[in-house]
């Protein structure tokens, strides 16, 4: 097969013309049939070899060495049939034609050889000029199936190299909009890394799918950009909040959700919209900004509502001292006044109650992002 252009500075196989050679493994038990058909396929310059028993011919063909194979049909120990459905069920060599030398007359052998997968067949006595171009013609069309296979391939490994490409600028955009927060208050950083790993911990647990888990992972990271519009003096304000101030935090999921929504083409940016604008949504309809209740939630945000509350009841802020996992536990499962177990959804709750020495370990750790 001829090489003579490139596409996307990758060698691309170009077609040869009709002068084409090949391959060829010639496997008849009668050494004489074998080397007068090797000997007739030399002069047309094709490469050949002569085996005597289908034992060798599957030997050779799983090396990858033939273009085509010219089968005998009857050949002690194993048949033709017997060599052919092997050849064929191989998916290292089913794509090897199949010439099959029959009896003239034989209509059974040929049907046979057809539902096993035989691209053609010869009768004997052989006529020398019509082995030549029946072996020419198959090996010209082996020669476009390979062609298109390689395309194929070429194409199939620039489409996911593109893919992951955009994977990559859609994750780095996650990381630049979640560290928006951070130039105001710089334990952010970590709180943001945790909610990102105890959300996709959460989500596991639950049961879901390891597409749902990577998205939610690195929604969760975006669930509080928000918070772009609330002065550092508020975040950081050592006593309580005014109701003018409350008011102004309690925008912030309508507007983290504003600023993730216009980009639909992300999945991880799209689910970062839905995280933003529910997780501070209650199953009770107690939360904010809109008071839905129950399944009107979506699952992320009913996952890292429960996570995001976790992370604060553990961590140490301007206006409390942080609390241990067990407090931590005790609050969410039993309440305290502020934080009510009729706030989480009854499932993700029940996960939390059986597994939540997975997120203490998580949080301990306090694992950075990659």
């Given amino acids: 097969m001829a090489r003579d252009s490139t596409f996307n500075n990758e060698v691309v196989p170009v077609l040869a013309d009709s002068r084409i050679r090949g391959r060829v493994l010639i496997v008849d038990d009668e050494k004489s049939i074998g080397n007068y058909i090797s000997a007739l396929l030399q002069k047309n310059g094709h490469q050949t070899r002569a085996v005597t028993s289908g034992f060798e011919a599957i030997a050779i063909a799983d090396e990858g060495w033939p273009d085509l194979v010219v089968l005998d049909l009857v050949m002690a120990d194993m048949d033709g049939f017997e060599t052919a459905r092997r050849l064929k069920s191989n998916p290292q060599t089913a794509h090897i034609p199949i010439v099959m030398l029959t009896v003239l007359g034989d209509r059974e052998s040929r049907l046979r050889g057809l539902e096993i997968g035989a691209e053609d067949f010869l009768t004997k006595p052989i006529d020398p000029a019509e082995l030549v171009i029946r072996v020419r013609n198959l090996l010209r069309l082996k020669e476009y199936g390979d062609f298109l296979s390689n395309m194929n391939h070429l194409l199939d490994r620039q489409v ?35 909610i990102a790993h105890l959300s ?29 519009i609330v002065p550092a003096a508020i975040l950081l304000k050592p006593g309580p909040l005014t109701p003018e101030e409350m008011a102004l935090v ?11 929504a216009a980009h639909t083409a992300s999945p991880f940016l799209t689910m970062g919209a839905e995280v933003a604008a529910s997780h501070h949504e209650c199953w009770d309809g107690s939360g904010y900004p809109k008071g839905v209740s129950g399944e009107r939630i979506p699952l992320s945000g009913r996952i890292v509502l429960l996570c995001d509350r ?61």
């Fill in 160 to 194: 996911r190299q593109k893919t992951a490409e955009l994977r990559g600028c859609h994750i780095e955009t996650i990381f630049a909009l979640a560290r928006v927060v951070e130039f105001k208050d710089h334990e952010n950083a970590r709180h943001i890394s945790r």
């Fill in 200 to 228: 996709r911990a959460m989500a596991e647990i639950l049961g879901m799918a390891p597409g749902y888990t990577e998205s939610i992972f690195y929604a969760s990271a975006m669930h509080d950009i928000g918070k772009v």
């Fill in 250 to 260: 309690r925008r912030h999921p309508e507007v983290g959700a504003e600023i993730l």
């Fill in 310 to 370: 976790y992370d604060a009841i553990r961590s140490k802020r301007p206006y409390k001292e942080a609390k241990s996992h067990e407090e931590a536990v005790r609050i969410l499962t039993t309440g305290d006044g502020r934080s009510d177990p009729e706030h989480f959804d009854p499932d993700v709750l029940a996960a939390f109650r059986r597994f939540n020495g997975r997120l203490e370990e998580i949080f301990e750790t306090n694992a950075l992002l990659q």
